[in-house]
């Protein structure tokens, strides 16, 4: 599966912003990612079917809020009671999810080419979040995700590390260009290098 760019009318290699005189490990990194199964997984509510045995590439699914669960290639996001968005590089991935889910207990809907996904990298990362988002990011370290808003847009952050700071965000691909825009706005007084 490959997937066309959700950004490839905006998103330009090069450095940007405040990045004159500074060492390039100081300047924020900010990236589409693509070419990544994302599925959304939802347990209706009449279902009596105990998910705590069920895994996907080895992971369970953890029904605590902010939590994900993963490994080098599969990430899986608490999206809510009973719903989750998992996220691989193994594309095919998906054929194990349709085989352990059945259709009487879960919705399984393959979302992977309707988001656009920006990864930003650096320390200031979280400050460049904060600009646009209501959330406490001083709350959030790695392994922690979140559903919010940025600048009015609908959007899933998916905390990757704490050192350095390393941020997945998802929108939908109709927002995608917007919400890249005001990303790197934000990041213009840090300095960023668009890769």
Known sequence: MSSISALKNIHLNGQFGDYEDKNEKDLLKITE??????????????????????????????????????????????????????????LNLIEEIKEKFNEK??????????????????????????KGCPFNFNDLYENNCLNSTYNGMSITVDI????????????????GESLYSSLTDASLEFGYIGE
Request: aromatic share 8%; hydrophobic share 40%; proline share 3%.
């Open 160 to 175: 990757l590390s704490d050192n350095p700071d390393r941020v997945r965000i998802f929108s939908l691909r109709s927002f």
């Open 33 to 90: 990612k693509k070419d990544l199964l994302i599925v959304q997984i939802v347990q209706y509510k009449n279902s009596t079917l105990s998910f705590d045995s069920l895994t996907i590439d080895g992971l369970k699914l953890i029904n605590k809020p902010l939590s994900v669960s993963n490994n080098n290639d599969t990430r899986i996001l608490w999206n809510g009671p009973k719903n989750w968005l998992l996220t691989s590089t193994k």
């Open 105 to 130: 207990d879960f919705a399984v809907t393959n979302l992977s080419h309707s988001k656009a996904i920006i990864e930003i990298e650096g320390k200031w990362t979280k400050e460049v979040l904060k």
